[in-house]
């Protein structure tokens, strides 16, 4: 099973799940190029999401997995598996997507809007000072308020996520991973590589999180899994933090069924 964390998170996300994940099952985790303890990306580099798949497979070719996988991603990383997942259906035995389903798409119209706004955004970044706490506590604090959880299931991850400097603690992911991508696929694209997801599916989502999932695309695009389990898991986008044994027990008994299938 490998998982994959989310934007601007780290590893630790997943901390609070694997204790109540079989401890025979062989877990991968890692953090993303520019994200937790990876090196960032050298020069004015700006993350582009289909990179994100080159990492997954660079990755999986170092570990030398040849068996059928498991994907489970929050967020982005449920974006960037089930990309992965319909590129490599042969490889890739479950998808389990974590506040995602699918891919991020916008009407093609958008984007030269998408364009200018991006570009600015990049303009005004590149003069913007390194934020610094005086503690590790304020910065936890601050993360806690944005993402809507408490503290305590955040600590982990945010103690993966900041470093110590002279000038105080600060972040330690790359600052370019702030900005807003230049390009997303079109609804046509989308609906392509979800079509092309051959494996079972479960998608969980928070009663509180990411609105989009809700709405009337999220409908239309869950027609297009050949096999999709949806569930609700009371809590915001991080709701796998604040109900880790729920969150594990879904996946468990998603992957078992499977198992017993084949």
């Known amino acids: 099973m490998v998982m994959l964390h989310g934007w601007q998170d780290n590893l630790a996300s997943f901390h609070a799940l694997v204790p109540y994940l079989p401890s025979e099952w062989g877990l991968l985790l890692f953090d993303w190029p520019g994200h937790g303890l990876s090196e960032h990306k050298p020069g004015d580099y700006y993350y582009p999401f289909y990179d994100y798949l080159d990492d997954l497979h660079q990755v999986l070719h170092q570990q030398r997995f040849s068996g059928p996988l498991i994907l489970v991603g929050h967020s982005l990383g449920g974006l960037v598996a089930s990309c992965y997942a319909a590129a490599f259906p042969d490889r890739i035995a479950a998808l389990v997507m974590i506040e995602a389903l699918g891919p991020m798409a916008e009407p093609a119209q958008q984007i ?6 991006s570009l600015d955004q990049r303009l005004k970044q590149r003069q913007k000072r390194q934020r610094y706490f005086d503690s590790a506590f304020q910065a936890l604090q601050l993360r ?11 600590l982990p991850l945010v103690a993966r ?16 991973l702030r ?13 392509s590589i979800i079509r092309a997801i051959h494996c079972p599916a479960l998608a969980i989502r928070g009663t509180d999180g990411y609105p989009a999932l809700r709405s009337q695309d999220a409908q239309q695009r869950m027609h297009g899994f050949r096999q999709l389990q ?3 898991l009371p809590g915001t ?10 969150a594990a027990s879904w996946v468990t008994d998603f992957v078992t069924k499977i198992q017993t299938r084949t």
């Open 237 to 246: 986008h991080h709701c796998h933090l604040q109900q880790p044994q729920q």
């Open 112 to 117: 030269t809007n998408r364009l200018a706004k």
């Open 161 to 176: 996520g900041l470093m110590e400097t002279p000038q105080g603690i600060t972040w330690r992911h790359d600052p370019h």
């Open 230 to 232: 949806v569930v609700d």
């Open 179 to 191: 900005g807003d991508a230049l390009y997303r696929m079109s609804p046509a694209h989308c609906e």
């Open 144 to 154: 806690a308020s944005i993402n809507k959880v408490a503290a305590e299931p955040l």
